[in-house]
C-alpha cells in the first residue's frame, strides 16, 4: 500500500497537467511534494518504533495515509493535492518502518536476507501496481476513485492491525545517540554502499515516473490505462526477484545482486531512450523492475545489518529518509531536464550514472558483505 502510494498519481500527470495548466516543473513538485515530509520525519519514527513498538506506528501510519488519500479525491486544485500528497508521505513513512521492521524482526536466522525479499516483492508490486491502479480506475471511474479505493483500504488496514497485533510493552529508549548510530553504521563499507545504492535507485524511480509517463504520451498517444498498464507488466519479473535476490545474497554474498540489479537499471534506462514503440517502452520497463528488485534486495538488507537488532527501527527510519531523498530529487531533476532538454536525455544522463555504479562497485573490496552475518549488534533478549 505503502509504495503503490508513490507511482499512483503517475499515469493521471497529463490529466492534472490539463485539468490544472501546471507546467512539467510544477508536476515534478506535485509528484516530490510526497517524499519532502518524511525527509524530517523517517528518523524520529525509526527511533519510535524502536521504543514504542511497531504497532502503534503502524496504526498510526494508516490513518494519516487514509486521510490523505481522502483529501487528494476531493482536491479541485494542484496546491490541495499537494497538501493531499504530504499528509500520505508522513502516513506512509510511519507505516512502512514499522511493517519492514516487523518482517526483520520475525525472519529465521540465515534467512533475513531472504524475507525481507519478500516484503520487498510486496513493495515491488505497489510500486508498479500503484500506476495500474491510478490509470485504470480513473479512465473507467474518475479522478477520485484510485485515492478512494487507497483511502478505504487503509483504514481497514489500521483497524485490522489494531485487531490482530498484540499490544507492546514500552521499551527501554536506546542509550546511543541517534546521530552517532548512523555514523557508526555510515562508516561501515556495507552501511555506505547501502545508502548509494538507496539514493540512486529511489531517484531514478522518481525520475522515470515522471518522464516516462509524459514521454509515452507525447510520442505515442498513450493513455493513462496503458501507460499505468505499461508500468503494471514489469510486475511479473520484479516481485518474484526480490526474494531471490534476497536468498541469493544470503547463500553468496551481496555484492553479486546490487551489481546485476544497478547494471540492469541502467540497461533498462537506456532502452527507454531507444524504444520505437509499445513493445520496446515494456520490454525497458519490464527490466527496470527487475533491476529496481535485485538493487534493493541487497541493500535494505546490507544496512539492516550495519544497524542490527537493538535500533533496526531506526536503520529503517534512515532508509525510508534516504529513499524520501532520492525519490524528491529525482522527479525535480526529471522535470529540469524535461524543460531544457528531452526525454531522451534525462534517460541517458540516469543510464551512464547507473552504470558507472555497477562498475565501482564490481571493483570495490567488500569482504564483511561477502558472508552476511544475521545481526551485527545482538539484542539482550
Not at 525527509?39 to 498510526?60: E, H
Not at 480506475?137 to 483500504?153: E, Q, S
Not at 490482530?164 to 514500552?170: M, N, T
Request: one cysteine or more.
Amino acid at each position: 500500500m505503502d509504495t503503490a502510494l508513490l507511482g499512483l498519481i503517475a499515469p493521471l500527470l497529463p490529466v492534472i497537467e490539463e485539468r490544472t495548466g501546471a507546467s512539467e516543473a510544477a508536476l515534478g513538485i506535485s509528484l516530490a511534494v510526497y517524499a519532502v515530509p518524511i525527509v524530517f520525519l523517517s528518523l524520529p519514527l525509526g527511533r519510535a518504533a524502536d521504543a514504542v513498538g511497531r504497532r502503534s506506528l503502524l496504526i498510526g501510519g494508516l490513518t494519516l495515509t487514509a486521510a490523505g488519500s481522502g483529501l487528494i479525491a476531493v482536491s479541485d486544485s494542484l496546491a490541495v493535492l499537494m497538501a493531499g500528497r504530504a499528509v500520505q508521505g508522513v502516513g506512509s513513512a510511519a507505516s512502512w518502518i514499522a511493517a519492514l521492521a516487523v518482517v526483520s524482526d520475525l525472519a529465521p536466522p540465515g534467512k533475513r536476507g531472504e524475507a525481507i525479499g519478500v516484503a520487498l516483492a510486496a513493495t515491488s508490486i505497489g510500486s508498479i501496481a500503484g500506476p495500474a491502479l491510478g490509470g485504470v480506475t480513473a479512465d473507467l471511474l474518475g479522478f477520485a476513485a484510485p485515492f478512494l479505493i487507497v483511502c478505504g483500504t487503509s483504514a481497514l488496514l489500521a483497524a485490522s492491525v489494531a485487531t490482530v497485533f498484540p499490544r507492546e510493552a514500552r521499551r527501554a529508549p536506546p542509550e546511543t545517540p541517534a546521530w552517532r548510530s548512523i555514523v557508526r553504521a555510515t562508516r561501515s563499507r556495507i552501511g555506505a554502499v547501502a545508502i548509494a545504492i538507496t539514493v540512486a535507485g529511489a531517484g531514478v524511480l522518481g525520475l522515470v515516473e515522471l518522464v516516462a509517463p509524459l514521454d509515452l504520451d507525447s510520442r505515442l498517444g498513450l493513455s493513462s490505462s496503458a501507460i499505468g498498464l505499461l508500468f503494471a507488466l514489469s510486475i511479473a519479473v520484479d516481485a518474484p526477484l526480490a526474494p531471490i535476490g534476497g536468498r541469493w545474497g544470503d547463500r553468496r554474498g551481496r555484492r553479486g545482486p546490487a551489481i546485476v540489479g544497478l547494471a540492469t537499471l541502467a540497461l533498462s534506462v537506456a532502452l527507454l531512450a531507444a524504444f520505437a514503440g509499445t513493445l520496446g517502452a515494456a520490454l525497458a520497463l519490464g527490466l527496470f523492475g527487475a533491476g529496481f528488485s535485485l538493487a534493493f534486495a541487497a541493500a535494505v538488507p546490507w544496512l539492516d545489518e550495519a544497524f542490527g537488532a537493538v535500533q533496526r527501527g531506526l536503520g529503517y527510519g534512515l532508509l525510508n529518509l534516504l529513499y524520501a531523498t532520492g525519490y524528491a530529487i529525482g522527479p525535480l531533476l526529471g522535470g529540469a531536464m524535461l524543460e531544457l532538454a528531452s526525454a531522451d536525455f534525462a534517460y541517458v544522463v540516469a543510464a551512464v550514472l547507473l552504470a558507472a555504479g555497477a562498475a565501482a562497485l564490481a571493483l570495490l573490496r567488500m569482504p564483511g558483505a561477502q558472508r552476511p552475518r544475521d545481526v551485527l549488534v545482538t539484542s539482550p533478549e
